[in-house]
């Protein structure tokens, strides 16, 4: 999350408490809280491919300590066995080289320039338009794109129509 987004949410947490001013307070809003309350972001392909090729070499690294492990083990210890975080196979590593091409494709980043997030006027939480239907997603989002003055459901018969002559 961005040092913008998290002084926001800080901001949106001490607003629902009723507290405005951060230097008069004795309360203050855990780290964990505003990470829940911020609009995170899928960031662009490179930087997720770096975390993410970071976080796999500490797995591989530790499933390697692993396999030390097993294999200098005593057959009669009474310690739990180590188990490793990957399989071991060909399979795993196919798979996990197939998400590494999504990531560099850009097909697991959020869009740029665009918002992924939506505020609920009468509530007013922040919801991920990620985590909802495809199909309520894609409605809001024509709905967006179209205004009022065309209906969600003739806008989706249009674009269904332009894409199946696309596909021909």
């Given amino acids: 999350m961005t040092a913008e987004e998290f002084r926001r949410s800080r901001q949106r947490l001490m607003e629902k408490c009723g507290k405005?001013?951060?230097?008069?307070?004795?309360w203050q809003p855990t780290v964990k809280s505003i990470r829940k309350e911020a609009n995170e972001i899928i960031p662009?392909?490179?930087?997720?491919?770096?975390?993410v090729m970071a976080a796999i070499r500490h797995i591989k690294f530790c499933d390697a300590e692993t396999d030390?492990?097993?294999?200098?083990?005593?057959p009669n210890s009474d310690e739990p066995v180590?188990?490793?975080?990957?399989?071991?196979?060909?399979?795993?590593?196919?798979?996990?080289?197939?998400?590494?091409?999504?990531i560099r494709n850009g097909c697991l980043s959020d869009p740029p320039n665009i918002s992924m997030h939506h505020e609920n006027p009468k509530t007013k939480?922040?919801?991920?338009?990620?985590?909802?239907?495809?199909?309520?997603s894609d409605h809001h989002?024509?709905?967006?794109?179209?205004?009022?003055?065309?209906?969600?459901?003739?806008?989706?018969?249009?674009?269904?129509?332009?894409?199946?002559?696309?596909?021909?």
């Avoid at 662009?44 to 975390?51: A, D, G, Q, T, V």
């Avoid at 990957?86 to 999504?102: G, M, R, S, W, Y």
């Avoid at 939480?125 to 309520?136: K, L, V, Y």
Wanted: net charge negative; glycine share 8%.
């Fill in 20 to 26: 405005t001013n951060p230097q008069d307070l004795q």
């Fill in 44 to 51: 662009k392909p490179e930087l997720l491919m770096e975390r």
């Fill in 68 to 74: 030390m492990q097993l294999a200098t083990r005593d």
């Fill in 82 to 102: 180590p188990i490793r975080f990957f399989k071991n196979c060909k399979e795993t590593d196919a798979v996990i080289q197939d998400q590494l091409q999504h």
């Fill in 125 to 136: 939480a922040h919801f991920c338009w990620r985590g909802n239907s495809s199909t309520e």
């Fill in 141 to 168: 989002g024509l709905g967006q794109l179209t205004g009022s003055h065309i209906g969600v459901g003739l806008c989706d018969h249009k674009a269904s129509a332009c894409f199946e002559m696309l596909n021909k």
